[in-house]
């Protein structure tokens, strides 16, 4: 496998609120989108909503290596919008992080 490959990193990260509280919920979490997707070594970062459970959400990010998702975690954006979402989750956030496994 190619090695910048190798380093990247995948990450699934699943938050669940309330139905009360979904749309001002999915509202705080696509303020991650459009920054993260601006930062240096971001390969994609994606919200995505169950159908089943609408309830639950899961941002899909992918970054060049751990350099850049050490680097996402401590922008400043990301602990101010935390500041209102957490209070607002009854499960998570719960940060899975992965790595290429295949090409």
Request: hydrophobic letters at 40%; glycine letters at 2%; charged letters at 30%.
């Amino acid at each position: 496998m190619n090695n910048a490959k190798s380093n990247e990193r995948h990450i699934i990260c699943e938050l669940r609120c309330e139905t009360k509280d979904r749309d001002r919920v999915r509202d705080l979490i696509l303020r991650f989108v459009e920054p993260a997707r601006a930062e240096p070594d971001c390969l994609y970062y994606d919200l995505y909503q169950r159908v089943d459970a609408p309830d639950n959400f899961f941002i899909l990010d992918g970054w060049a290596n751990q350099a850049a998702v050490d680097s996402h975690a401590a922008h400043p954006y990301v602990a101010e919008v935390m500041k209102e979402l957490g209070p607002l989750l009854t499960f998570g956030p719960s940060v899975t992080l992965n790595t290429r496994a295949s090409d």
